[in-house]
């Protein structure tokens, strides 16, 4: 999916943003025959991205649609699949709407963003590791300080609680490209776990002795700590960078004592 022009746009109540991805024959007319049982079924697009180019004989067309609580994505999905130009689909339900059209600038969890290559970013985690003192403790305080900002809007526009919390942060994730997370965390004693599959950070940085995901780590004590009022502690025990399948964050509360922040810095460091 085109996750890198994503970005949050509310949440309706009465309707459900759903992805499809459909492959289908590059054939005259097939697109206009997608585009017409789209219309004839009145599923209101808010975003497509045509992809006719990649393969030879297929096409790709990633669409995101408005449609009513009521209609199961499911059964929608196996109907545009039935169509005769369409080969494959698959779907996938944005929860808390977090996509939408591109513009300039571009608008991310309320402000700025912009759109930049894994490797990029990797690069610049690569640079502090290799040439800055605590170059963890540092990584871990700017995730810190980008969790905290996240959970401040999400908590502005909409009713975040124990029951949500989880599951808005993991869909954050999935959307702008970062790994898709199974999140375990007790609101009442502040302890868990959170699981990154596809860590962009340790699928891009290669090999390594040590865990490299010290970003994401502060990223989610600061997204718990802003959402629980409690400083939370969060480490990488387990990194897809040093050989393991997954990344493995542990969450916990923070020792007594000092800000967060000053905690995250006198953590370990390579």
């Not at 097939?30 to 393969?55: P, R, Y």
């Not at 059964?75 to 996509?99: C, T």
């Not at 690069?123 to 590791?129: A, E, G, P, Q, S």
């Not at 700017?142 to 009713?159: P, Q, R, T």
Request: proline letters at 3%.
């Amino acid at each position: 999916m085109v996750r890198d022009l994503f970005m949050f746009a509310g949440f309706n109540e009465s309707s459900q943003i759903v992805w499809f991805k459909i492959i289908y024959s590059k054939e005259p007319g097939s697109l206009s025959s997608i585009i017409d049982f789209l219309e004839k079924e009145n599923a209101f697009v808010m975003f497509g991205h045509l992809d006719n180019i990649t393969q030879k004989t297929t096409g790709e067309y990633s669409v995101f649609i408005e449609l009513n609580k009521d209609v199961d994505p499911e059964s929608f999905a196996q109907r545009i699949k039935e169509l005769e130009v369409v080969s494959e689909v698959e779907y996938g339900i944005s929860k808390y709407g977090m996509i939408y059209a591109m513009d300039f600038p571009l608008n991310v969890v309320g402000v700025r963003g912009v759109a930049a290559r894994a490797l990029t970013i990797v690069d610049i985690i690569k640079t502090f590791n290799q040439n800055a003192p605590h170059a963890e403790g540092l990584l871990t305080i700017s995730g810190l300080k980008g969790g905290i900002h996240s959970a401040k809007y999400f908590k502005s526009i909409l009713n975040l609680n124990d029951s949500n919390f989880a599951s808005v942060l993991a869909e954050l994730y999935r959307a702008v490209g970062w790994g898709i997370l199974e999140i375990e965390c007790d609101p009442a004693t502040f302890e868990g776990k959170i699981i990154v599959k596809d860590s962009f950070i340790a699928d891009v940085y290669g090999g390594s002795e040590q865990p490299v995901c010290a970003f994401m780590s502060g990223y989610f004590a600061g997204y718990l700590t802003e959402y629980f009022g409690k400083n939370i502690s969060v480490r990488e025990v387990s990194c897809k960078a040093t050989g393991k399948k997954v990344c493995e964050h542990i969450i916990s509360p923070a020792p007594s004592g000092g800000t967060s922040q000053e905690y995250q810095l006198r953590g370990e460091t390579r």
